[in-house]
Each structure stands twice: as structure tokens, then as C-alpha cells.
């Protein structure tokens, strides 16, 4: 199973808006798969950003749960962020957890400008 991942919006400024797409490939996504989120920023540890599992129920974490839509089909899974902060300037993964097995994208830079 591998990801492809585009961001739609570029460089972004402060308070601005972006969607992520992570697109399947070489398998199917199944329904009892969960996929998420995640993010890096420079010198810190990836964190979670939101996952969301096949009967489309989702979790975010505190810092972003307001500014974040995640959502899934069949081909891949998908971030609406808004109101962008510098702060959320990162390398996004897009994850998808098959029964306790890892599978990553192989990450997408976003850049909020103030």
C-alpha cells in the first residue's frame, strides 16, 4: 500500500486555508482501517492531528479541533485546516493504521506565513 499527497492552496498566510489529500495506491483501503493525520515541525516530535475510522466517526487533537476537518472515501483520506497560524507550519503524514500496522505518506510541507 503507498500514498500520494497533494496540498491545494500552497504557501499559505496567516489565517488562511489549505486542503491535504493522501490518495491509495498498489491496495484497497478497507473499512475497519483507520486513518489520520499527522504533523512535524522543525525540532519537535510528529503529533497527531486527527484520525478518522470507516464508519467516519473522528478525533482531533485539542490544538486543532476547531480548525480541522478530516474525512475519507475509498481512495484516500482528506484535511480541510483553517484559520492557518505560523504554528502550524509542518511536514503533514497522512497514516493509515491496518490492524496495528503502520502505513505513512511520505509527508507534504506546509508553510503558514504571518
Known amino acids: 500500500l503507498r500514498f500520494s499527497c497533494r496540498v491545494w492552496g500552497g504557501l499559505v498566510q496567516a489565517g488562511g486555508f489549505l486542503r491535504l489529500s493522501c490518495a491509495a495506491h498498489y491496495g484497497k483501503i478497507l473499512s475497519t482501517d483507520v486513518m489520520g493525520w499527522y504533523r512535524q515541525a522543525p525540532g519537535k516530535q510528529r503529533e497527531l492531528v486527527a484520525r478518522?475510522?470507516?464508519?467516519?466517526s473522528a478525533a482531533y487533537t485539542n490544538s486543532m479541533k476547531d480548525r480541522v476537518i478530516i474525512s475519507r472515501d475509498n481512495t484516500g483520506v482528506f484535511l480541510q485546516m483553517h484559520i492557518l497560524q505560523p504554528e502550524d507550519t509542518a511536514v503533514y503524514y497522512c497514516?493509515?493504521?491496518?490492524?496495528?500496522?503502520?502505513?505513512w505518506g511520505k509527508g507534504t510541507q506546509v508553510t503558514v506565513s504571518s
Open positions: 478518522i475510522n470507516g464508519g467516519a
Open positions: 497514516n493509515l493504521d491496518r490492524l496495528g500496522i503502520d502505513y
